[in-house]
């Protein structure tokens, strides 16, 4: 068991008050990243109105996250950690008919997830949350109530589904 999830280059730091967490379209084979400057490329706002200290580790492209069979598993875009809050992130740029692409995500945010449950740093955060954005789609017509509630019963980690993270 790691006692750390993620090795220190896949981490950068900002106390921006607004910013955004950045990936490139598919089938790019970069991390996603922060970005205060170009918000034409911004998939997920970020508002950080006291300027806390963040932390942003890049997961995808990143993290080696192995299952059991040792293929590479599903992995989440990012997440961001502060005090005792940590929120995993998934970042989709699709304007498709239907849920497919939230299916997809909840999975891959199931399995990153998975992974940094057993190191050693997953029970220093109180406050666990999991947001799917996606700059394409950030309204939708179908409730997905009984989607995040199932997800907190599944994994203790609240679920939003909005490209809007508010740091409190």
Same mark, same amino acid.
Request: aromatic content about 0%; cysteine-free; hydrophobic content about 25%.
């Given at each position: 068991m790691r006692k750390t999830f993620a090795p220190e280059h896949c981490n950068s730091f900002t106390d921006a008050q607004l910013f955004s967490l950045c990936d490139k379209p598919h089938p790019a084979? =970069? +991390?996603a990243y922060t970005d205060t400057n170009s918000p034409e490329r911004w998939?997920?706002?970020?508002?950080? +109105? =006291?300027g806390r200290q963040l932390t942003f580790t890049a997961v995808d492209h990143c993290l080696d996250l192995r299952r059991e069979d040792g293929k590479m598993g599903k992995r989440c875009d990012g997440m961001l950690r502060y005090d005792t809050t940590v929120i995993f992130t998934e970042l989709k740029q699709r304007r498709d008919k239907g849920s497919e692409w939230i299916k997809t995500a909840e999975s891959q945010l199931r399995e990153t997830i998975s992974h940094f449950e057993v190191c050693g740093e997953a029970g220093t955060y109180k406050k666990k949350r999991a947001y799917i954005c996606n700059s394409e789609q950030p309204a939708f017509r179908v409730s997905q109530i009984e989607r995040m509630e199932r997800f907190f019963r599944e994994t203790g980690y609240i679920l939003r589904i909005e490209a809007r993270i508010k740091i409190d």
């Open positions: 084979q =970069e +991390p998939i997920a706002t970020v508002h950080n +109105p =006291e």
